[in-house]
């Protein structure tokens, strides 16, 4: 069963303009993870941050996590064409480290 | 794609045959997966191996088998082919578990 449920399921911005796509669980975490994927393509670690942090950045992208709310926020920030894709997030909590995904966030950014 | 190359990239098979996916890494990871991805479910653990003959089932194992007889390959195995199996399959490895994974490019698999 999915663990992570983003919102929305698509979004289309301006290249420029500011992304944010949330993530909401159900159940506790040890961790939650945002991924890409490229249309076609396997995907893209880009940032895990850890149940004991709230906020989290790198380089264009920040996350936040409310685990009281038991949820998370990716904000990308300056979107370029080049960031269209899906993003998904991931809770691990499993005691091999397993994820579970969400169904994913489709993002376009018209150039 | 961090090492990890998936064979056959596409494949398209007939109900009933057997198929064996193949994941194989160069970077020694302790930790291996299976996923599929669907329209809709986004993806979907089948089965994971934490070292050599070590492996456990994921959220939708059946009709799936794996073995992991070396660190660095991880096979799947769909014993008898369904049309419900067909599906874009992923591997993932990871060096420990509650870290980020590193994905492989997928492979296509269409049971007719």
């Known amino acids: 069963s999915q663990q992570g449920e983003e919102d929305p399921q698509a979004l289309s911005i301006q290249e420029g303009e500011n992304a944010t796509m949330n993530c909401s669980y159900k159940t506790s975490i040890n961790n939650l993870q945002w991924y890409r994927q490229n249309s076609g393509r396997g995907l893209v670690h880009l940032i895990l941050i850890r149940s004991n942090e709230r906020e989290k950045h790198s380089g264009r992208l920040r996350v936040t996590l409310d685990t009281s709310k038991k949820s998370s926020s990716l904000l990308i920030t300056a979107s370029r064409a080049a960031d269209t894709a899906s993003y998904f997030c991931?809770?691990?909590?499993?005691?091999?480290?397993?994820?579970?995904f969400g169904k994913g966030t489709k993002l376009s950014v018209k150039p | 794609d961090a090492g990890i190359t998936q064979s056959p990239r596409h494949k398209v098979t007939e109900t009933g045959t057997p198929v064996t996916l193949r994941c194989h890494q160069t970077e020694n990871h302790r930790y291996m997966y299976w996923y599929r991805q669907d329209p809709g479910h986004g993806l979907r653990l089948i089965h994971y191996s934490y070292g050599v003959k070590d492996t456990d089932k994921g959220e939708v194992s059946d009709g799936y088998s794996v073995s992991r007889s070396k660190t660095e390959d991880f096979l799947l195995t769909l014993e008898s082919a369904t049309s419900s199996q067909t599906s874009v399959y992923f591997c993932?490895?990871?060096?420990?578990?509650?870290?980020?994974?590193?994905f492989g490019p997928g492979t296509r698999l269409t049971v007719l």
């Open positions: 993932a490895i990871g060096g420990s578990a509650y870290n980020e994974q590193f």
């Open positions: 991931a809770t691990g909590g499993g005691s091999q480290g397993n994820l579970i």
